[in-house]
């Protein structure tokens, strides 16, 4: 089992649903860090361990997520770790919280939340956009799709994103999948007028398509059970269900494609003709 970081110093308090605040820990590291008493669910910690595991599988640039203990003696001599909740400020709890590690903790004041469509055509990894589409679609991501924008100096005119806050995959708290086209994608249709087709979402496609329930389930290795409050038999169903959608990702793909936003314009149908006419007709299922 993989051990816990502690936290030793509170930093502030960060913007955003779960009220989460930014830790330093033993490794010397920042951690951006969600608390089970959060005011959105203590599943979103789980949903967020669990889901950024999956997107590292697939190649996708995310940060490394860690169990972080916050102890009784940080919480009391932190006036400010706090949580709103029903119009009253209340302690953050003790114990194991979801660390997520701060993108730009090295290079302060050139990390950004928000970019203008014009600046965001000079992403470094623009392309990635397509792909965190791929775990978005698989996971029922029903919150839009965050990323923050980093760059490694006042010199550098392009930014790298790194997708963050997956705490609504597996539809937060529910653990369900309702699909809609809109749901889990970014705000700006600019990120996606580069895909002309299936191949821009390469390689995380593929292999999310080949995971098979072993690997999915090894991404869920080591949760607290609390965070899950001790449901085990609810996290085997969302794995098994997991392995069953990964046959529907295109669908959903081409369900938000086909939607009013229109966010591929430069899409192109190429017919790829397959040895095996049973292939061919379950390529064209898929689409």
């Known amino acids: 089992m993989n051990p816990c970081i502690s936290a030793n110093q509170h930093i502030r308090a960060l913007r955003g649903g779960a009220q989460s605040h930014l830790l330093r820990a033993a ?110 679609k698989w996971t029922c991501n029903s919150d839009g799709r965050q990323a923050v924008f980093c760059r490694e100096s006042l010199r550098s005119r392009q930014y790298t994103a790194t997708f963050i806050d997956q705490g609504y995959c597996f539809n937060a708290s529910e653990w369900t999948f309702p699909d809609y086209p809109l749901r889990g994608v970014y705000a700006s249709n600019c990120v996606y007028e580069g895909v002309t087709g299936w191949d821009r979402f390469e390689p995380a496609l593929t292999r999310a398509e080949e995971m098979d329930s ?16 001790g449901d085990r038999d609810g996290l085997e169903r969302l794995v098994e269900e997991l392995s069953k959608r990964r046959v529907s990702i295109r669908k959903q793909i081409s369900d938000f494609r086909r939607s009013s936003r229109n966010p591929f314009p430069l899409w192109r149908e190429t017919a790829v003709r397959l040895a095996d006419p049973a292939q061919e007709a379950s390529a064209r299922a898929r689409c």
């Open 214 to 229: 072993e690997s999915i389930w090894r991404c869920s290795v080591n949760i607290p059970e609390e965070w899950y409050e």
């Open 27 to 136: 490794d010397g590291n920042c951690y951006v860090t969600k608390f089970q008493n959060n005011p959105q669910h203590i599943r979103v910690l789980a949903n967020e361990m669990f889901a950024t595991r999956l997107g590292l599988q697939l190649g996708l640039n995310m940060p490394q997520v860690e169990v972080i203990e916050v102890s009784d003696w940080v919480i009391e001599h932190s006036p400010e770790l706090r949580l709103q909740l029903a119009g009253s400020q209340v302690a953050c709890k003790n114990g194991k919280q979801l660390g997520s590690l701060y993108v730009g903790q090295h290079s302060p004041g050139l990390t950004f939340d928000y970019l203008p469509n014009e600046m965001l055509k000079n992403i470094r990894n623009l392309a990635d956009f397509a792909r965190v589409l791929v775990l978005d």
